[in-house]
């Protein structure tokens, strides 16, 4: 009886020890678990468009559930709720664009002006899957033109993108949570984006309707750069 007792209370004492202690958790799964953050979210908070010395600043809000995602910069009210915004990007498998100053902006068709391979990090498994360990021997992720830099612990330090120029770099808090964005370009135009509130759950999206095909573009905008129509809204801004 008393070995029975003996090797119930072992048995025990080894399932407990199992569920209770310290569980290791492998490089893989930091790494996937840090991606999953920019897989699903909703945030919201202020951002400032800058230009050769001009600048402005609007409340905006941005959502991504896999690979769509929504950006929009807010006027009045909170958190802009009281009026249309001023300006919307939609990214999926095209990229849209709408804005009440300029109509005519639904009409571009922008999708190779953007570099959407650097503005989606989604599919976590697939990413580790296919690169985990060069990102975990690295802390570098390079496919094509866009470069990907991690912290040790896997945090998105960096993208940049070498056709266009875009450079974005990510800031944390010192509990390690996402505090804001600034993102540049070759073209003096920067931004910057501080979080006010960031959710890591998935978000209802709405989507903007798909441009029409560039040929159809109309002649005084079809060779608007993302870079000039950004110009146009902070020079439209500043003289309001």
Same mark, same amino acid.
Request: one cysteine or more; hydrophobic letters at 40%.
């Given at each position: 009886? $008393? $070995? /029975?007792? #003996? %090797?119930?209370?072992?048995?025990v %004492? *080894?399932?407990f020890t199992a569920c209770a202690g310290p569980k290791r958790i492998s490089e893989e799964d930091k790494l996937r678990q840090e991606l999953q953050k920019w897989e699903y979210f909703k945030s919201q908070g202020v951002i400032e468009l800058s230009y050769k010395g001009f600048a402005i600043r609007k409340m905006f809000s941005a959502s991504k559930n896999g690979n769509q995602f929504r950006f929009d910069v807010l006027e009045g009210g909170l958190l802009g709720s009281s009026a249309e915004p001023l300006m919307s990007m939609y990214v999926a498998d095209y990229v849209a664009f709408k804005s009440p100053f300029i109509p @005519? @902006?639904? &009409?571009? &068709?922008l999708s190779q002006d953007i570099p959407i391979e650097s503005l989606s990090i989604c599919n976590p498994d697939s990413i580790v899957a296919l690169y985990g360990q060069? *990102? /975990?021997k690295n802390k570098k992720l390079i496919l094509n033109e866009v470069t990907v830099n991690f912290? $040790?612990?896997y945090l998105l330090e960096s993208i940049s993108d070498a056709k266009s120029g875009l450079i974005l770099k990510a800031l944390y808090n010192g509990s390690g949570k996402l505090?804001? #964005? &600034? /993102?540049?370009?070759m073209d003096n135009i920067s931004i910057r984006m501080s979080f006010d509130k960031i959710e890591y759950e998935k978000p209802q999206i709405i989507p903007l309707p798909k441009p029409a095909a560039?040929? &159809?573009t109309l002649p005084d905008f079809k060779d608007k750069s993302i870079e000039?129509?950004?110009k146009s809204f902070l020079q439209y801004k500043l003289e309001q």
């Amino acid at each position: 009886m $008393k $070995k /029975i007792v #003996l %090797a119930l209370f072992t048995i025990v %004492a *080894i399932l407990f020890t199992a569920c209770a202690g310290p569980k290791r958790i492998s490089e893989e799964d930091k790494l996937r678990q840090e991606l999953q953050k920019w897989e699903y979210f909703k945030s919201q908070g202020v951002i400032e468009l800058s230009y050769k010395g001009f600048a402005i600043r609007k409340m905006f809000s941005a959502s991504k559930n896999g690979n769509q995602f929504r950006f929009d910069v807010l006027e009045g009210g909170l958190l802009g709720s009281s009026a249309e915004p001023l300006m919307s990007m939609y990214v999926a498998d095209y990229v849209a664009f709408k804005s009440p100053f300029i109509p @005519l @902006l639904q &009409n571009l &068709n922008l999708s190779q002006d953007i570099p959407i391979e650097s503005l989606s990090i989604c599919n976590p498994d697939s990413i580790v899957a296919l690169y985990g360990q060069e *990102i /975990i021997k690295n802390k570098k992720l390079i496919l094509n033109e866009v470069t990907v830099n991690f912290s $040790k612990n896997y945090l998105l330090e960096s993208i940049s993108d070498a056709k266009s120029g875009l450079i974005l770099k990510a800031l944390y808090n010192g509990s390690g949570k996402l505090s804001g #964005l &600034n /993102i540049s370009s070759m073209d003096n135009i920067s931004i910057r984006m501080s979080f006010d509130k960031i959710e890591y759950e998935k978000p209802q999206i709405i989507p903007l309707p798909k441009p029409a095909a560039s040929g &159809n573009t109309l002649p005084d905008f079809k060779d608007k750069s993302i870079e000039s129509l950004l110009k146009s809204f902070l020079q439209y801004k500043l003289e309001q």
